[in-house]
């Protein structure tokens, strides 16, 4: 096995990691509604909420909570406030013990059901979803469990939790670790901060998490090294994460020729031509528009038809196209 399978193979391990902590027990689904509950979740991660509730309804009737979590956020992100659909998918998936589900119920203090009055009663005040949250994560941080310490410092916001679950090896903590210190936070001499800031972004990045990958690309070509920045690159692609597709396309076919990539005319076309399936999810149908034709221009017609082969062949092997927004979104 080539040294790239095994990463790609690392990598995609460790972001099946980061799904979301879930209860003990869940309600059993057929493939056929799994595979519904996927795909909601990947429209969902591209930013196409409203495509994804009625995948994400198959699973939830059926009694999964994170598709009924992912459905209650969905629903209310589509209406932009907290309705009563929404809240109802929330409190299902609460009520199997989902601590985000409960997160979101518990950050809930005055949404439209309560101005409207036209929403039934919760079952749940906010608080006690919260605290139930906060008991049921306490006593998993407390096994070593390191999402549960996450989940710990978004409940009580608590810096120590954040650095717990850095410690222990959530990347996403991790993550937050090095956006925390590079804002300024902690006590750190000047190059102690920036020591610290990239042994976290490392970290995170080595764990598999896209967004850190590429701040810690962006951190080594800073001192000049290039090649790892364009390694990272290449990394961070294959996961899917689409800011950094459209952005290795470009360099791959020098739109414009910025970090030295030979010139890869056909790769360079099929990866921005696979976002197009975005079609405007995350602002990127404008940098397709106006990017695959200029690589085009470059390019004969059976290169062109070789790239949109290519095209779907890459969609077909690697992991779908996200954005990776936070699991817990405000």
């Known amino acids: 096995m080539s040294r790239r399978i095994l990463m790609t193979t690392r990598i995609i391990f460790t ?10 027990a869940n309600t059993q689904i057929t493939p056929n509604q799994d595979s519904a509950k996927q795909q909601g979740i990947n429209l969902y991660n591209q930013y196409k909420a409203t495509s994804a509730i009625p995948f994400l309804t198959t699973a939830a009737e ?6 009924q979590y992912y459905l209650a956020e969905a629903l209310r992100k589509k209406n932009h406030y907290m309705n009563e659909d929404a809240k109802k998918w929330y409190e299902a998936s609460a009520g199997q013990d989902d601590l985000y589900a409960m997160i979101q119920l518990g950050r809930i203090e005055h949404d439209m059901c309560e101005i409207s009055n036209d929403c039934s009663a919760s079952q749940k005040p906010a608080i006690e979803w919260l605290n139930q949250a906060k008991k049921i994560a306490k006593e998993k941080a407390d096994t070593g469990d390191a999402e549960a310490m996450y989940i710990m410092y978004e409940i009580t916001l608590e810096d120590a939790w954040l650095e717990k679950s850095a410690s222990a090896g959530n990347a ?17 001499l000047p190059w102690k901060r920036s020591e610290a800031v990239e042994k976290w972004f490392k970290l995170s990045a080595e764990g598999g998490y896209p967004k850190a990958m590429m701040n810690y690309a962006a951190l080594l070509y800073e001192r000049g090294d290039v090649e790892g920045y364009r390694s990272w690159v290449e990394k961070t692609a294959l996961t899917g994460y689409a800011t950094t597709v ?85």
């Open 15 to 24: 972001l099946l990691l980061l799904l979301p902590l879930g209860c003990q």
């Open 62 to 67: 059926a009694g999964d909570h994170e598709a």
């Open 172 to 188: 996403l903590a991790q993550y937050w670790m090095a956006v925390s210190i590079k804002q300024g936070d902690g006590f750190f």
């Open 246 to 330: 459209f952005g290795y396309g470009a360099d791959l076919a020098h739109e414009p020729d910025t970090f030295g990539y030979p010139l890869d005319l056909i790769k360079g076309y099929a990866l921005i031509y696979w976002l197009s399936e975005l079609d405007g999810g995350g602002g990127m149908k404008e940098n397709v528009e106006y990017t695959l034709p200029r690589i085009a221009a470059k390019m004969t017609a059976e290169q062109i038809e070789a790239a949109k082969k290519f095209s779907k062949e890459w969609a077909a092997s690697h992991p779908p196209l996200s954005f990776f927004p936070d699991k817990l979104s405000r």
